[in-house]
């Protein structure tokens, strides 16, 4: 298992957003995270990033905890897309693909070719090949996502932490960059965690599903998780799910 | 694009040194620094003109430094020491100690000083990502304002005869600045540190969670970033009082030509402030000769519609 998390309370400020949680993530897994808007999602994906301790509990990564790794170690193996990304400087798509490549280089070397190529590829990855030069300040929403998104790419680890990555993005290109980081599970045998709130677009890429309600956690395949049962019950909306040539779409009853 | 600013540097002194009430050639600079000539001319040019080019030199790359680094631990690019109080900071420490009549202790108190206004205006920054232009400005606005009401309460008690030399701490003027070699050496090391930072410095500019989960050491790397913008300001200000604009003016321009990639970035602010304020010295003492303005007087004046132009375009 590459990434296992062990009896891990999670808590903000006295709350405690969840206890006992449990689950480990192989190569090769795409993983959802779904639930109500405050219940935790972002506090858990910050937590598997190492960015912040649990409250108790244990989260290991390679069969290491999580301290034991050095920062650069750590990032070669764990990436995250956060929902809001900073560009409060006029940087180029590129730079900031590039800026990805960071944990592998070493530290008194600058980016060399194959990292400027593997940025490059990132770019065209995520359909932004042509924004290449563009100043990130002068792109759209959903352009200056997928620019971030390529950051993470270019960053290639071995786990990719995603909070929301569709925000912003229209439908074809939520489409592309679901199939792709399905891809990169599958084939490139990452393993993808992201949280997102589109019920239909989980469905049809998720391996796994970790439901997280204010009542609490659970976790498994996603065929199992992902029923209009178990959504209905954990945003408290009625859902039905809609059967279609190309899988089941949640739609609210 | 470093090279010319090394080049434009070295030009601007050159220029600082032949420019005055009594005009030098360059020839004769030349001569004046590298001969053993010892005539009038010659001490002009090494007694009066070459240590306050220096002088110039060094505190407008601090200021340059200082102003970067600022920018990146606030991921704003109104950031600069000067209009968050900074400078006003370790004005405050400077005049304080002088008033005490520890006029030895004048830069640990100017650096005390800038310490203070930075640990109050980023500790209001604690956990955010980023800051919007508004919430950034009136911190700032309110943190110098405090700063200025101190540095008039000083001035008010001092003695009359301290006033019109304490006054020096608040305009910014280098006709009596002394130490400019030593500012210079620390201008050197300040940016030979903060290069070590340089990397990590231009991924903590896209946000503090992006820089960690890249591998950035944040919580080390946010702390000397702090030391160092706090101790540029300090000596720049005990040199030349509180210079105003540099900071922010000069990495803006720079970055608009080169990007935000700190490894180049800081030396090339660094290069680019030190001749800036060396050109605008040499103005300020030769504008309206004999007089001489302060050199603060001149920045400023340029500073404030260059910063407003930056604000209604950041909006």
Redesign the interface.
Known sequence: MILTVENVTLAVAGRTLCSALSFAVDAGECWVIVGPNGVGKTTLLATLAGLRAPASGAIGIEGRAMREWTPRERALRVGLLPQDTVDAFPDTALEIAIAGRHPHVARWRAESPDDVAAARTALADVDCAGLAERNVQTLSGGERRRVALAMLLAQDPAIMLLDEPTNHLDVAHEVRVLDLLARRASTGQRAIVMSIHDLTLAARHASHALLFGFEGVSAGPASEMLTARNLSALYRQALVAVPHAGGTAFLPA | MIGALAAAAVASVAVALAIGSVDITLANVVRALFGNGDDASASVVRELRLPRAIAALAVGGLLAVAGSLM?VLL???LADPFVLGLSGGAACGALGALLLGFAAFATPAAFAGAAAATLLVFGLARGR??WSPTRLLLTGVVVAAGFGALIMLMLSIAPDTQVRGMLFWLIGDLSVSSHGERALLALIAVLAIAMLFA?DA??L???E??A??????VRVVTLALHVLAAAATAIAVTVAGSVGFIGLVVPHAV??VI???QRFLLPAAALAGGALLVVADTLARSLVAPAQLPVGVLTALAGVPIFLFLLRRSA
């Open positions: 920018q991921r704003n690019p990502d980023a990397r231009t991924l500019a896209r946000g969670a992006t960690a989960t890249l591998g950035v050491n970055r608009l990007g935000n990639d």
